[in-house]
Nanobody, 118 residues
Framework: QVQLVESGGGLVQPGGSLRLSCAAS????????MGWYRQAPGKQRELVAD???????NYADSVKGRFTISRDSAKNTVYLQMNSLKPEDTAVYYC????????????WGQGTQVTVSS
């Protein structure tokens, strides 16, 4: 069973930066798309950014130019660098591993809280 553990959340002022990390318990990047999702109170969970096994990235329009997803295969870790944070970025951020091949399941992390407030 793949385990994903997020870290790096916290309280930051508007305009500030945070880097989230998602550590996988095993090497999965070759067959999984890794994604960051977020869920604000009273709202549905939404995709923030993802990166395929081939390295292609995709971003929500609301974070383009401010957030960057990356990965370190040697560390089995995916990152989300968040710059120019806004209050509307406040949410619980989740890491997801979505398989690109048959026979494997989705995996989610437990989430990390990001609060943008002065």
């Amino acid at each position: 069973q793949v385990q994903l553990v997020e870290s790096g959340g916290g309280l930051v002022q508007p305009g500030g930066s945070l880097r989230l990390s998602c550590a996988a318990s095993e090497s999965i990047f070759s067959i999984y798309t890794m994604g960051w999702y977020r869920q604000a109170p009273g709202k549905q969970r939404e995709l923030v950014a993802d990166i395929t096994s081939g390295g292609s990235t995709n971003y929500a329009d609301s974070v383009k130019g401010r957030f960057t997803i990356s990965r370190d295969s040697a560390k089995n870790t995916v990152y989300l660098q968040m710059n120019s944070l806004k209050p509307e970025d406040t949410a619980v951020y989740y890491c997801k591993a979505e398989p690109e091949v048959w026979g494997h399941a989705d995996h989610w992390g437990q989430g990390t809280q990001v609060t943008v407030s002065s």
